[in-house]
């Protein structure tokens, strides 16, 4: 089987946020999409490694920002390449992003973070059903808020790999005949002659064949 007929699937790309007591946190996912109109309900899978995940389990709430064209590859990195349980996402210390951006964060009615900037709209949710699909869990959520920002088109998965992936930094250069691998999805360099095939890309969570040997 040919694994990039995946790729030819249409996704969008979102700012998943939760918040359990006093911590707030986020991630990136690429599956969120209204399943029924009456009543107005939506499907959100995100996958179980992710620290916004267990808050959802535990909560029950979230936010969905949906992501523009208007993004940065910082802001994927600032949500997708580290994860809450080792950093406060939210403080101006967990990186540059966070850092320039903080102001335009804001808070929902049902007390939740939201992303304004690189999105075009937030939706609030509240979970109505759980579906264990394995690596992730499928969340059945009702709509109970949400708000437009602005009419900047959504950013596609496609989008992203065409335009916003590109600012993936190079690999380094690196002794010579050394060996790296490195993530097509979002740049992640492994270094080593052989990738296990069971290995899981500490950023964006796709596996082994998600890589590409690179001989410097």
């Known amino acids: 089987m040919d694994n990039k007929v995946m790729e030819k699937l249409s996704y969008g790309l979102f700012v998943c946020t939760a918040k359990d007591g006093e911590k707030d946190n986020g991630c990136i996912i690429n599956t969120a999409t209204q399943v029924t109109s009456s009543p107005n309900r939506v499907m959100v899978a995100i996958n179980k490694d992710n620290y916004t995940h267990d808050m959802v389990v535990k909560t029950k709430a979230l936010n969905v920002s949906t992501i523009s064209e208007a993004a940065s590859f910082d802001m994927f990195k600032h949500f997708g390449f ?3 349980r080792d950093v406060d996402k939210f403080s101006p210390s967990s990186g540059e992003w966070m850092k320039e951006n ?15 900037e690189g999105v075009n709209s ?7 059903e759980m579906v264990d699909l394995g690596s992730h869990t499928m969340f059945i959520c009702d709509v109970v808020d949400g708000e437009v920002l602005n009419d900047i088109a959504s950013a ?16 380094g250069a690196t002794p010579e005949g050394k060996t790296v691998w490195k993530c097509k999805i979002c ?11 069971d290995f899981i890309c500490p950023w964006c969570k796709h596996p082994a064949s998600d890589f590409e040997k690179v001989v410097m």
Do not use: F, W
Request: with cysteine; aromatic share 16%; hydrophobic share 30%.
């Open 187 to 197: 740049g992640y360099v492994y270094e080593g002659e052989d990738l296990p095939e």
């Open 102 to 116: 903080l102001a335009s964060c804001k808070r929902a009615k049902n007390g939740i973070m939201y992303i304004t």
């Open 82 to 84: 580290q994860s809450g």
């Open 156 to 171: 596609t998965y496609a989008y992203y790999h065409k335009s916003i992936k590109t600012q993936v930094e190079k690999v």
């Open 122 to 128: 937030y939706i609030s949710l509240e979970v109505y």
